[in-house]
C-alpha cells in the first residue's frame, strides 16, 4: 500500500470514530425534559422505576411504563438513600461515562501521536532526501555524447593534445606494455567563449564513454563537509560507470590556492579541494577515468593541483587566428541561407579578437536581421550589421533629441581617433567611423582593427594608447580644455590598462626596470614602489598626449575634414576616409 492510500484510510478512519462519536452524544441528549418537582411528584406516586446518577447537571430517569426522562440533578447528599427507601433502583453512571471519557481521549492521543509519527518520518525522509542532495552535485550524464573532433572548428594544437587520450582510454592496456601512464587530468585555460566545454564533450564522443558534466560552484558550500562529500560522491557514480571524462568546468571556484580563507567558508574550500586532491591521486593505473576541467584564470589555481599525477597536461585555448576564425564561420553558417556575396574571409580578417561564441552570435544576429527584413538569403548589410551590433550594439533610432553641439564633439572626437590611427598605424583597418549612438551607451565609435600577430610590441603598445587618448586630445584642442567631456572614460580606461601592464608585467621601460611587479607585490615587496609607479606612469601618459595633440595640430584641415564628412552623413567607411585624406593630401 502507498503512501497515499494509507493517509486515505486513516483519514476516513478518523471521519467515522468522531461521526460514531457526535451521533452517540446526540442520542444521549435527545431525552424529554421533566422539572425536578414532577420527578419528586412521579417519585411520590411510584411511578419511577430506574434512576440513572451522574455528576452532572443532568440525571436520567426511567418511569414504569419505560420512558426515559431527564431533570435536574439536586446533587444531595441523601438523595441516593432517599431513592433507595422508596424503592427505586439506582444506577451509578460514573463509570458508563469514564469508558466514554477514556475512550475519546484514547482516540484524541491515538490521533496525535499518528499524526507526530507520520509528521516526523515524513521530515525524516525529506532531510535524508536534502543530506543526499546536498551531497550530491548537480550533474549532467551524457552516455551516448554526439559531438566530435570535426565539430569544433579551429584549435588544432588543443585538438591534437586532446585527440592522443582517446585511444588511451580505448586501450588503456596496450601502454601498459610500454609503461605509460594514463593522464589523470587535462586543464584547459583561457578566454571564455573559445571551445573549452566542446573539446571536453567531443573527447567523450571520440572515445564513446560517458560525458559528466559539473560546475566547480557545486561544490561550494556554507557548510563544512558538504563540498568534500560531492566530490566524493561524484567520483564515487564515475567508477560505477567505468571508463567515462569528467568535466569540471570553472574550476578556480574550488580550485584556488589554499590558505587564503579565514572563516569558515575558507575551510570548506580546503576540505573540498583536498577532497578533489585524494581522489584523483586515488585512480587505478589506467583505470580509463580522465578528468577535464576549464578555467579562465590559470594562475589562481593551486600548485598541488597542477601537478604531475593530477592534471597532467595544461592545454591554452587561445582565441582563434584569422583562419581558426574562418573554420568557425564556416562551420556556423552551415545550415544558413547566404548570399554568394558573402566573403567569409573578409569576414574573418575583419573579426580580430572575436572569441568562437561570439563569431557564432554575429552570425545569429545577421540572420534575425534577414528574418526581420523578410529576405530569403544573409547578405553582407545584414552580417555588417550584425558585427557592429556585438561590437557596440544596436543604433539608437530616436536622435531627435541630441544637441548640435554633442554631435560636433562626438564627430572631432571619433576623427580624432580615426586620423592618429592612419598616421602613426598604417597596418590596422579602420573599418567604419560613426557619430550613431548605440544602446550600450557608446555616442559613436570608430571601429580600429589590428593585423592578426603573435605578440605585440612596444611601438605597437604605444601606438595604441595614442589612438585610444586621441579623442579626448582632439575634443581639447578644437573646444578648449574646459569643454572636454566624459565620452573618453573607456579610451582612458584602455590606454592605462595598455600603460600598467607595460611598466608592472612587460618591464618594457628602463627607468621601472626589467622586473614584474606583481611578483612583488605577491612576495610582500611593495614598500615604496606604488607611488613611484604611478608617478611614472602619470609622467609617460602625459608624454603620450602631448605628442598627439602636436600631431593633431598639425593636420588640423584633415581633422576638420573628416568631421565635417561625419556630421553630414553620420557613418564612414575606410574607403571614404582615405579618399579624405588622399584630397587633403594633394590640396596640401
Not at 19 to 48: A, D, P
Not at 163 to 192: C, H, M, Q, T, W
Not at 307 to 330: A, M, S, T
Amino acid at each position: 500500500m502507498n503512501k497515499k492510500k494509507k493517509i486515505l484510510l486513516m483519514v476516513v478512519l478518523v471521519v467515522v470514530v468522531a461521526s460514531i462519536m457526535f451521533v452517540y452524544n446526540i442520542y444521549n441528549n435527545q431525552h424529554e425534559y421533566i422539572t425536578y418537582n414532577e420527578f419528586i411528584s412521579q417519585l411520590g406516586k411510584q411511578k419511577i422505576d430506574k434512576v440513572y446518577l451522574s455528576e452532572g447537571d443532568k440525571i436520567k430517569v426511567l418511569d414504569k411504563d419505560g420512558t426515559l426522562f431527564i431533570t435536574d440533578n439536586p446533587r444531595k447528599q441523601d438523595f441516593k438513600e432517599m431513592l433507595l427507601l422508596k424503592g427505586v433502583a439506582v444506577q451509578e453512571k460514573g463509570y458508563e461515562f469514564q469508558i466514554q471519557s477514556i475512550l475519546g481521549t484514547v482516540f484524541f492521543i491515538g490521533t496525535i501521536v499518528f499524526l507526530m509519527y507520520y509528521l516526523s518520518k515524513r521530515s525524516g525522509g525529506m532531510a535524508s532526501n536534502n543530506i543526499l542532495k546536498m551531497s550530491s552535485a548537480e550533474k549532467t550524464v551524457q552516455d551516448n555524447v554526439q559531438i566530435k573532433f570535426e565539430d569544433v572548428a579551429g584549435n588544432y594544437e588543443a585538438k591534437q593534445s586532446i585527440r592522443e587520450l582517446i585511444d588511451f582510454i580505448k586501450n588503456p592496456d596496450k601502454y601498459s606494455v610500454y609503461g605509460a601512464r594514463l593522464p589523470r587530468g587535462i586543464i584547459l585555460y583561457g578566454p571564455p567563449g573559445n571551445g573549452k566545454t566542446l573539446l571536453a564533450k567531443a573527447l567523450a564522443g571520440e572515445a564513446g564513454v560517458p560525458f559528466y558534466a559539473v560546475s566547480g560552484s557545486d561544490f561550494v558550500q556554507v557548510y563544512v563537509g558538504v563540498g568534500a562529500a560531492r566530490i566524493r560522491n561524484l567520483f564515487k557514480k564515475a567508477r560505477q560507470a567505468g571508463k567515462c571524462v569528467i568535466f569540471i568546468d570553472e574550476i578556480d571556484a574550488l580550485g584556488k590556492k589554499r590558505g587564503s580563507g579565514t572563516d569558515g567558508a575558507g575551510d570548506e574550500k580546503d576540505q573540498t579541494l583536498n577532497a578533489l586532491l585524494t581522489e584523483m591521486s586515488g585512480f587505478n593505473e589506467n583505470e580509463g577515468i580522465v578528468v577535464v576541467a576549464a578555467t579562465n584564470r590559470l594562475d589562481t589555481l593551486d600548485e598541488a593541483l597542477l601537478r604531475p599525477g593530477r592534471f597532467d597536461r595544461h592545454v591554452e585555448i587561445r582565441l582563434p587566428d584569422v583562419n581558426e576564425r574562418l573554420e568557425v564561420l564556416k562551420l556556423h553558417s552551415a545550415n544558413k541561407p547566404l548570399s554568394d556575396k558573402v566573403d567569409l574571409k573578409e569576414i574573418a580578417k575583419q573579426t580580430v579578437y572575436f572569441s568562437g561564441a561570439q563569431l557564432e552570435n554575429m552570425l545569429n544576429e545577421a540572420a534575425i536581421v534577414a528574418a526581420e527584413r523578410e529576405s530569403h538569403e544573409i547578405d553582407m548589410v545584414d552580417l555588417d550589421k550584425a558585427f557592429y551590433k556585438v561590437v557596440a550594439g544596436d543604433e539608437k533610432k530616436d536622435r531627435s533629441t541630441i544637441d548640435m553641439q554633442d554631435r560636433k564633439i562626438t564627430a572631432y572626437h571619433e576623427a580624432g581617433h580615426a586620423l592618429v590611427t592612419k598616421i602613426i598605424a598604417p597596418d590596422n583597418t579602420v573599418s567604419k567611423i560613426t557619430i550613431i549612438p548605440s544602446t550600450k551607451g557608446a555616442g559613436g565609435f570608430s571601429m580600429n582593427i589590428p593585423p592578426d600577430r603573435m605578440y605585440s610590441t612596444k611601438s605597437e603598445m604605444e601606438n595604441n594608447i595614442k589612438i585610444s587618448i586621441a579623442g579626448r586630445a582632439a575634443e581639447e584642442i578644437v573646444f578648449g580644455e574646459q569643454n572636454i567631456t566624459s565620452g573618453a572614460y573607456n579610451d582612458i580606461e584602455k590606454a592605462t590598462d595598455i600603460l600598467m601592464n607595460m611598466v608592472k608585467r612587460f618591464g618594457m621601460y628602463r627607468d621601472t626596470g626589467l622586473l614584474n611587479y606583481d611578483i612583488m607585490y605577491k612576495n610582500s615587496l611593495h614598500v615604496n614602489i606604488d607611488g613611484d609607479i604611478v608617478k611614472y606612469c602619470k609622467e609617460r601618459m602625459q608624454s603620450f598626449y602631448t605628442q598627439v595633440k602636436a600631431l593633431l595640430n598639425k593636420n588640423i584641415h584633415v581633422l576638420d575634414k573628416i568631421a565635417e564628412k561625419l556630421l553630414a552623413k553620420e557613418t564612414i567607411n575606410e574607403k571614404e576616409l582615405n579618399e579624405i585624406l588622399s584630397q587633403t593630401k594633394k590640396s596640401a
